[in-house]
Structures are given as C-alpha cells and as structure tokens.
C-alpha cells in the first residue's frame, strides 16, 4: 500500500476527493497531505444544496489535522467554489472542516476534549465573576 492510499484510508477521504500526494519530512516530524477532487466534479451548493459545476479554486488552503505517529499533520487544497444559478459564486463545503476553520473537525473535536479535561479558568487564574 503506497501513502497516498494509506492516508486516504486513515482520513476516510471519500469520492469526489483523494489524495493526490504525500510528502513527509522526517527531520521537521511533518506530513503533509494533499487533496484534490476529480475532474468534472458537480458540488452542492452551499445556501440551496443544488449540484453545479465548479466556476473555479481559491487559493491552496492548510488545515492542522491530528498527527500521524507523532507527526505534525496537515491537509492541503485549493477550495473549489461553484456558480449556482439562485444563488451566484459560493465556496463549496469541505467534509474535513467547517467553514472559515484553519482546523479539521477531528482536531477541533480533540482540543475541545482536552479543554474540558482541563481547569483552564483555575490555569488562567480566572473566575466566572470576572469580565
């Protein structure tokens, strides 16, 4: 089994997306997964959940993911966004992160757990009487 595989297995990266590549650098403890869709792809749109083509991609976007045997992992691509007919050009959404997230659900769901499990007001020597 090659990365590419492995991590689209790991990820649970599902059709239209896959991996297109996956550069590990050993030294810094950092993988780096890159995803892209395939072509000819109709997403929903966003505001009225009608299929539309892609109209075009933002720029290439990371999203810090849980790591990968102690390395730092993070998702990569180019958003696409859609033109619908009703409602114009939208950003389509990513099954790996909500909206305007630089996290993936997983991660955020993680650092919420953590964050529960932890006094953080006794750490930051706050009370909930203060503003």
Same mark, same amino acid.
């Given at each position: 089994?090659?990365?590419?595989?492995?991590?689209?297995q790991?990820? $649970? %990266?599902?059709?239209?997306?896959?991996?297109?590549?996956?550069?590990?650098? =050993?030294? #810094?403890?950092?993988?780096?997964?890159?995803?892209?869709?395939?072509? $000819?792809?109709?997403?929903?749109?966003?505001?009225? #959940?009608?299929? *539309?083509? %892609?109209?075009?991609?933002?720029?290439?976007?990371?999203?810090?993911?849980?790591?990968? *045997?102690?390395?730092?992992?993070?998702?990569?691509?180019?958003?696409?966004?859609?033109?619908?007919?009703?409602? $114009?050009?939208?950003? %389509?959404?990513l099954?790996?992160?909500?909206? #305007?997230?630089?996290?993936?659900?997983?991660?955020?769901?993680?650092?919420?757990? =953590?964050?529960?499990?932890?006094?953080?007001?006794?750490?930051?020597?706050?009370?909930?009487?203060?503003?």
């Amino acid at each position: 089994m090659d990365s590419t595989e492995l991590y689209r297995q790991l990820l $649970g %990266v599902a059709t239209p997306w896959t991996v297109q590549r996956v550069e590990m650098d =050993v030294h #810094g403890l950092s993988v780096d997964v890159y995803l892209t869709h395939s072509s $000819g792809t109709q997403f929903v749109c966003p505001k009225c #959940g009608r299929p *539309c083509s %892609v109209y075009d991609h933002l720029a290439e976007r990371r999203w810090r993911h849980l790591d990968s *045997c102690h390395f730092r992992t993070a998702l990569h691509t180019q958003p696409p966004r859609i033109e619908c007919p009703d409602d $114009g050009v939208r950003q %389509v959404e990513l099954p790996w992160s909500e909206a #305007g997230s630089r996290f993936t659900r997983m991660f955020e769901s993680l650092a919420i757990d =953590v964050l529960l499990a932890t006094d953080v007001m006794r750490w930051l020597r706050l009370s909930e009487q203060q503003s």
